[in-house]
């Protein structure tokens, strides 16, 4: 009997979301994004931030992004499995995800959503794994690329096939080389080393100063 090839497209909020693999059943789609963009179909999705921190990140208008409301109530209605840090009450197919699991195997090399996405595929056996709409280009990103290349010629070291769309520039090394991190992206998010409190704190400030203006 023909082994079945498991596959998983990782799909983040960048532009080339548009071009994962949701026309071909094959894939399972993995995703998880603030964006106000429709996918096609989801099979899992991500969102591994606290309650808390949600409301802050989605606090106002941001152009073609959710607020916190409206991400909420897309959220509540969805019919796939949503991993968060914990089972969330309000949230009918909230799991939570298996952070012990994947720090025992991997380490604490954990920067961003998509390695936790791509780490959890790895502990699954998958055969394949695609990422689109992963965008590390940007500056703010430099913090999660290291970790996640190093995920990724883990997953290929193992055998696992790694596809990358042209737009994301990803180099993955030949050799994987283990990044630890203090604090974990998500879970330690109002530590005070993490890299991203500087980021809001700005926007914190940016915010004040509008209010006051008004």
Known sequence: MEKTVKK????GGGPSRRHAPFDDESWEIWAF????????????????HSMTDLRQQLAGYKRGRRSYRGYMRM???????????????KIPTSVAYPLDQ?????????????????????LEGYDVIGLWGIDVRRKEYRH????????????KQQGIEVVLPPQARLRVPGKP??????????????????WW?????????????????R
């Open 177 to 194: 080389r283990f990044v630890y991190t203090r604090v974990l992206y998500a879970y330690d998010w109002r530590s005070p080393g993490a």
């Open 33 to 48: 994004s603030s964006r106000a963009w429709k996918y096609p179909r989801v099979d899992r999705w991500f969102e591994l």
């Open 8 to 11: 998983v497209a990782i799909v």
């Open 75 to 89: 959220l509540r209605r969805m019919s796939c499995p949503v991993y968060m840090q914990k089972v969330h009450p």
């Open 197 to 213: 409190r500087k980021r809001i704190r700005r926007r914190l400030r940016a915010r004040a100063k509008r209010a006051k203006r």
């Open 102 to 122: 994947v720090l025992e195997r991997f380490g604490r090399c954990f920067t961003s959503t998509v390695s936790y996405a791509v780490a959890l595929a790895i």
């Open 144 to 155: 999660q690329r290291p970790a996640l290349r190093y995920l990724l010629a883990l997953a």
